[in-house]
């Protein structure tokens, strides 16, 4: 652990929207008063009905509840366009930076933008979509991403956007669990100068989801597509005679927004949930205070729109605060590792907003591709997504921030829907890994295994304590697994599935999943969605997945792989089962390690020990504990002869 500490700088104290007295007051309010509190906050949104009643929360089984705002009425997307338009119609929303440098870059102002919404807006309503309906997005990071979302939440249509990298295997799973009639994508994906076929990733899901009446297609590169008849529609022709006027529709605060399936520790990845009034005040006000963020400023959040960071900070915080956003069509090192910086260097970028698994790919690469940049631009520099490392975090401080820049460490969950436990960049002496203070409104507690809460310096599980406006509501399609997930591991107090330390001055620092949950390159997985790949292949008997650490990816993922009896496990099975999980997942889900073993070790009631598993995946094996009631002790002797060269 790191014990610098950095103080918040003079001019950043002095000029921030909220200092540190500032913070604890509003902190303490937040708690003291939430419905003062919150009301209070909501006035950033434009209501089309005004809210009587703000919190109506319960975390209790017998009358568990969430409700934000309920009586309240109004449209995300008005609240991103329409009341921006008087006063910046001609300032720029989205920045968009093509993978390739060699091509151009593309501005889209606030008023192109509401007409580009409004336009696709009227395109789906013509194609029957309504309120309620599901939409599932399939695209790369071009500003059709952001018309496509924004133009469903005007007229209450939910989407589910779905990671451009992911098979067509894991698209059909997530358009046939909600039941989607619509898909949006494009010809082909591109990134770090590869193309990804995503029309033809469709037409491969579609197989096994044929409820599907629509797919609008974007041309990207103009790859020859197949276009199906009555089915797919070519984006550009699709809205040529649409109108730029769209009504939006009112939304209930209650009403469904979105959808983002996430990895939880068992089953088939869960559609998360979130409502329109709660998230839409939580994603305004986490988004200018974490970022400390004046309307009009460069501001750059790097996640893909595939991912909650992508939704919250990359489209709609910034766009409710008047924010001019980039989106990033590459990846950090393409075509070099001074890629970002001369990004950054290009808008003249403000705040940048990245994961810790980029920083350490290009902090591997050397000083000199940032050097060579002149980042004088930057003010502020944020993290997300996984446990930044102190290395890490003074690389990014001192290299690319060359110290002048705080860095807001920001820890929050797809079902967190912003910043719950995050510095703020005027009130936070910041330290080094730690992702310290809670969010307004945020009670988090730390719990011992039996449920206790732990005071002062103490290391437990983490949990929240109550409600927050930008909570996820349900799990789609099964509200009893809502609950179970997340509200009966601690009864009365919402399980956060991380483990988190609070040192003396009160500082939180996660460290990491406690539950069946890996993090690789800062995407979240299942390891049982792993698992249920790997025994779906013909020659796989029994297979167990834990995390090992890695040096870039935060955690790797280890497979350990009994096959069936007559199959004689080789260098080309692993490979067969390596590209077989890449067809069933994703490229996100390859393994990095595959150890073959006669059998895995399992108590007597044939239960697998993964705490052995993780120490042997992680080469911790000079303490495996406790292995006595393993029905068969040898087979750990067996796994710790043949951990592969590899691992
Ligand atoms: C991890 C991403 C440490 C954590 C926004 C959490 C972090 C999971 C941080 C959620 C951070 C996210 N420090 N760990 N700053 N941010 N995590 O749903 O384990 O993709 O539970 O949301 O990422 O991942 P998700």
């Known amino acids: ?28 309010r937040s708690l003291d008063d939430p419905e003062g509190f919150w009301a209070e906050q909501a006035k950033r949104i434009d209501w089309i009905t005004p809210f009587t009643r703000v919190k109506e929360t319960s975390f209790d089984e017998a009358d568990f509840g969430i409700r934000w705002f309920g009586d309240g009425a109004l449209n995300l997307s008005a609240n991103c366009l329409d009341r921006h338009l008087e006063a910046r119609g001609d300032q720029v929303a989205i920045l968009w930076e093509p993978d390739s440098p060699d091509e151009p870059e593309r501005r889209i102002t606030y008023r192109q933008l509401h007409a580009d919404v409004c336009r696709f807006a009227n395109l789906l309503k013509s194609r029957g979509v309504g309120k309620g309906d599901r939409v599932t997005i399939y695209l790369p990071m071009v500003p059709e991403a952001a018309v496509a979302m924004l133009a469903c939440s005007r007229i209450g249509a939910i989407h589910s956007i779905v990671f451009a990298g992911f098979s067509p295997e894991a698209l059909a799973g997530r358009i046939q669990d909600c039941d989607s009639r619509v898909v949006i994508t494009a010809d082909e994906g591109l990134r770090g100068g590869r193309k990804v076929p995503l029309k033809a990733n469709v037409d491969a899901a579609l197989n096994h989801a044929p409820g599907v009446e629509t797919v609008v297609v974007l ?21 040529a005679e649409q109108s730029a006027e769209c009504e939006p529709t009112a939304m209930g605060a209650e009403d469904p927004l979105f ?36 309307p009009g400023q460069i501001y750059w959040c790097a996640a893909d729109v595939g991912w909650v960071t992508g939704h919250t900070y990359v489209i709609y915080g910034p766009l409710l605060n008047g924010g001019t956003t980039v989106m990033f069509e590459g990846v950090p090192n393409f075509p070099d590792p001074s890629r970002f910086w001369q990004v950054v260097d290009k808008f003249g970028v403000e705040i940048f907003y990245g994961a810790p698994t980029a920083l350490r790919a290009l902090m591997r690469e050397g000083d000199e591709w940032v050097a060579k940049t002149s980042r004088k631009s930057l003010r502020l520099l944020g993290s997300v997504g996984e446990p930044i490392n102190p290395e890490a975090w003074e690389w990014y401080y001192r290299v690319v921030g ?19 436990i995050t510095p703020l960049p005027g009130a936070t002496p910041m330290k080094p890994g730690s992702a310290s203070w809670p969010m307004f409104g945020v009670k988090p507690l730390l719990l011992d295994a039996d449920g206790n809460v732990l005071e002062g310096a103490a290391e437990g599980s983490l949990v929240i304590a109550d409600s927050w406006p930008g909570q ?33 001055d009160g500082y939180y620092w996660i460290t990491g999943r406690i539950d069946d949950v ?19 292949h013909s020659k796989v008997a029994e297979a167990a997945v834990v995390g090992m650490p890695h040096p870039v990816k935060g955690q790797g993922i280890y497979a350990y792989v009994t096959t069936n009896a007559e199959v004689e496990p080789d260098d080309a099975l692993r490979a067969e089962l390596v590209k077989w999980v890449r067809t069933e997942i994703g490229p996100i889900a390859t393994p990095d390690v595959i150890q073959f073993a006669p059998a895995l070790p399992k108590t007597r009631s044939g239960k697998i020990m993964r705490r052995i598993l993780r120490k042997i995946a992680e080469n911790d094996t000079g303490n495996l504990g406790d292995t006595s009631t393993l029905a068969d002790p040898s087979v750990v002797d067996h796994l710790l002869a043949n951990r592969p060269a590899t691992a």
């Open 402 to 420: 060359e110290e002048r820049c705080p860095i807001v460490d920001t820890w929050w969950q797809t079902e967190t829907g912003g910043a719950t």
């Open 259 to 294: 959808i983002l399936y996430t990895s939880g520790s068992t089953g088939k990845p869960k559609g998360v949930l979130h409502t329109t009034g709660g998230y839409t005040v939580w994603a305004a006000m986490t988004h200018e205070y974490v970022f400390d963020y004046r």
């Open 518 to 536: 890996i993090n690789v390159s800062g995407h979240r997985m299942g390891t049982a969605e792993i698992e249920s790949a790997l025994v779906a």
């Open 472 to 504: 996820m509501r349900t799990v789609w399609g099964d509200h009893d697994r809502f609950f179970q997930t997340y509200f009966t591991t601690y009864k009365g107090y919402y399980f956060t599935g991380d483990g988190c330390r609070r040192d003396a």
């Open 1 to 28: 652990m790191s014990q610098t500490v950095y103080p918040v700088p003079a001019e950043w104290a002095a000029n921030a929207l909220v200092d540190e007295a500032g913070y604890r007051e509003m902190h303490r």
């Open 219 to 239: 041309k990207r590169t103009g790859a020859d597509v197949a276009m199906r008849d009555g089915r797919d529609i070519d984006w550009a022709d699709g809205i």
